[in-house]
């Protein structure tokens, strides 16, 4: 399971003008804002990034400074690989060290969609445990034995939220090492991807002839 909320697409209208920088053509800059304050590339501009894109990473370096927030929830079997990508990217995630006992444990907090009857009757076996450690934790706090059995035994099902900070050439990395991936997760963040505003344009561009501008 994985749910992606509160998506923001930032700095596309510094970006485009950035990447006019090394032919000094700003004047050829065709991009507005829309009536709802949206900024939308002219066709000129879509153009040019287009071409830039599909010309390789030493020439899209624009793409980087197209920012993307969102707050992403998913099990800790999925954060485990998303980790791979730590350069130009930054996750700030809700505390299991801190609040793992603020709420009571319940098969909703852990992602359980593929489990056969089987896997469904052993997690709710470790959720009541978890629960009960949790309650007698929260009973006294001085006894730190039952934090240790909730943290020590918490599974990589577990859902955490975090809220992560990338950008367009993050996305084009992640989309082609994990489109194929068996993890559904993986579909999921992809099938998102090439939502964005100009994935197909900007981010989908692998397999495409290369050209410059």
Request: with cysteine; proline share 3%.
């Amino acid at each position: 399971m994985i749910i992606l909320e509160r998506t923001s697409v930032m700095n596309l209208e510094n970006a485009i003008r950035g990447a006019r920088n090394p032919m000094n053509s700003w004047g050829r800059m065709d991009s507005e804002y829309d009536e709802r304050g949206i900024f939308v590339l002219g066709e000129n501009d879509l153009d040019l990034g287009r071409r830039l894109a599909r010309a390789g990473s030493d020439h899209r370096k624009f793409l980087r400074q197209i920012f993307v927030s969102v707050d992403i929830t998913a099990p800790l079997y999925w954060w485990k690989e998303f980790d791979t990508y730590k350069v130009g990217t930054v996750a700030n995630s809700c505390s299991t060290m801190h609040k793992i006992h603020v709420k009571p444990f319940e098969r909703e907090d852990f992602s359980c969609d593929r489990l056969d009857e089987g896997g469904l009757a052993a997690l709710d076996a470790l959720i009541a445990y978890l629960e009960g450690e949790r309650v007698r934790f929260c009973a006294n706090k001085e006894d730190r034995q039952p934090w240790h059995n909730i943290i020590q035994l918490l599974p990589s099902s577990y859902n955490q939220m975090r809220t992560v900070s990338m950008n367009y050439e993050n996305l084009i990395n992640m989309y082609y090492a994990r489109k194929n991936h068996k993890l559904a997760e993986w579909h999921t963040l992809c099938a998102w991807i090439e939502a964005l505003p100009y994935a197909k344009e900007l981010i989908l561009v692998k397999g495409e002839a290369k050209e410059l501008c």
